[in-house]
């Protein structure tokens, strides 16, 4: 006798609560959904909401974006609102093609989403999603769409056409206060976008412009001034996936940034731009950065040094299986393909920018003090041979075909102590602290996204909490020398270690009196 329970593939009840923990880094990586969505509709303006039921400051109520874009038809607005619907899904011709993007972001942050949208001034249509009903088992498919109109306050901004999303009974916004939602948007909407930015698309966050971020620091646009690209653009030409005979280019370029202009600058500036703790390359996916972090360097470790130059890689969606793109657009994890083509040359540059900074700061030290230049200054260069003009070849991914490219020649500044140097970094692993020797001293290194870093070392800051800081900084060197230099305690147990560490750090502190 067959079964009479039916078994459907998704159970709407339950799916629409897991959906929700699927993960966004940030109210920020949710939002540029949204934008993503805005300019693949053709946008030019894309407003920017962050309101509370009386439009004052207050707890977070609702959060909209607005655009300018061509709008949808009834059919298509329905289709927005399913998890995997769009109209345009494998489209990789733009930013989005998983249909995730609205539905899955809207539920990330609200319980409740409501999308207007318009073809023509005054013919307006809405529908919805509404987590409590879904889970509640009162709705099983997306709401009919209906006529409507716009909420007073958005009318004044509607373009010819476009489309209005509202997220309300917002419960996982990352903060409750107007003013810091707003805050933590605009850095990474104009970090992410800025190549669109550039190009003319105008966005704005409660009234104010979002700004375009360089991380490179090379745009005309860029306050700081003086960072210069190293050599030229790196061109790998990559195999499609799936598609025999078909290539598309993955760019790599970089830039230095000015040591001898900049290291002197307040700590407060270098954090606020973004120098300290920059180190990284920028993964771009249609020019719309979907990843940052230490990629394709191979052995390279991440040192103080690398934060003074920069990377920026640039690919097509049609390599969205070797760069294994996720949905949300949040992150990247490259297939060994994908590396073994791209690791070797971008190895040997960051080595080669290394050396170069490691250079720059020697001369600066030598030099004494410098007033500050009025024109870009280079780092100077290491002894070693000039970058050589030649062409060299590029790996190719499996199709025989290498592209050309130019290969150019092969820290945040530590704070310095008398006999070590300190510095913050986004280390991997579960380590809150590293120590390395670099020169003949002793580095010490502290996890910057680590609660002891957070909570306990930077509170520290300042003329106040020196001394204690100054201790804990002994206290963990003190385990590091120990470690290095009694590797037997470490293998005879906790104990030994412990009268090493103990041992290392008298010497520490005796030192200092």
Not at 147 to 175: H, M
């Amino acid at each position: 006798m067959a079964e009479a329970v039916k078994f459907p593939i998704v159970l709407n009840q339950t799916f629409i609560e897991a959906t929700r923990d699927t993960g966004y880094r940030s109210t920020a990586a949710a939002v540029a959904e949204l934008v993503d969505n805005a300019i693949q509709a053709k946008a030019k303006k894309v407003r920017i909401f962050v309101r509370d039921h009386a439009g004052g400051e207050g707890g977070v109520a609702e959060v909209a974006v607005l655009d300018d874009g061509t709008g949808m038809d009834s059919v298509t607005l329905r289709r927005a609102l399913q998890f995997g619907g769009s109209m345009r899904f494998g489209d990789r011709t733009g930013l989005g093609r998983f249909g995730m993007g609205l539905p899955n972001a809207s539920v990330s942050q609200a319980r409740h989403v409501e999308v207007f949208t318009w073809r023509a001034p005054n013919v307006c249509i809405a529908s919805h999603l509404d987590v409590d009903d879904i889970a509640a088992g009162q709705v099983a498919e997306i709401p009919t769409v209906r006529r409507s109109s716009l909420p007073k306050w958005a009318q004044e901004y509607r373009g010819f056409s476009g489309t209005l999303v509202i997220w309300s009974k917002c419960d996982r916004l990352d903060n409750r206060r107007i003013s810091t939602v707003v805050r933590k948007l605009h850095e990474p909407l104009g970090r992410v976008f800025r190549h669109f930015l550039w190009r003319g698309v105008k966005v704005w966050v409660n009234g104010e412009p979002v700004t375009a971020i360089d991380p490179l620091f090379l745009h005309p646009s860029t306050t700081l001034k003086g960072a210069v690209p190293f050599g030229e653009p790196l061109t790998f030409e990559v195999r499609i996936p799936g598609r025999p005979g078909k290539t598309s280019v993955v760019t790599v370029r970089f830039s230095e940034l000015p040591v001898a202009q900049w290291h002197d600058l307040p700590v407060e500036d270098k954090r606020k731009y973004r120098i300290v703790n920059g180190a990284g390359l920028s993964i771009l996916r249609a020019n719309r950065e979907v990843d940052y972090g230490w990629w394709f360097f191979g052995a390279k470790r991440r040192e103080n040094y690398d934060s003074w130059w920069r990377g920026e890689l640039s690919f097509d969606p049609d390599l969205d299986e070797l760069f294994a793109i996720t949905h949300s657009k949040q992150g990247i994890n490259p297939t060994l393909e994908v590396r073994e083509i791209l690791t070797p040359d971008l190895e040997a540059v960051a080595r080669q920018l290394n050396s170069r900074v490691q250079a720059a700061f020697a001369a600066v030290k030598h030099s004494g003090p410098q007033p500050q230049p009025s024109t870009p200054a280079p780092a100077p260069e290491p002894e070693r041979p000039a970058p050589s003009s030649r062409q060299t070849e590029a790996r190719p991914a499996g199709n025989g075909k290498p592209a050309p490219g130019r290969r150019p020649e092969r820290g945040n500044e530590p704070e310095e102590r008398p006999e070590y140097t300190v510095s913050v970094e986004r280390l991997e692993g579960e380590e809150f602290f590293e120590a390395r020797v670099a020169g003949g001293r002793w580095c010490l290194v502290l996890k910057s996204d680590h609660a002891f870093y957070r909570q306990v070392y930077e509170p520290l800051r300042g003329p106040a909490g020196n001394s204690l800081r100054r201790h804990l900084e002994r206290l963990l060197l003190a385990h590091a020398k120990a470690e290095a230099e009694k590797p037997k305690a470490r293998r005879s147990g906790p104990g030994a270690l412990r009268v090493s560490w103990g041992n290392q750090l008298a010497d520490l502190l005796e030192g200092e009196a």
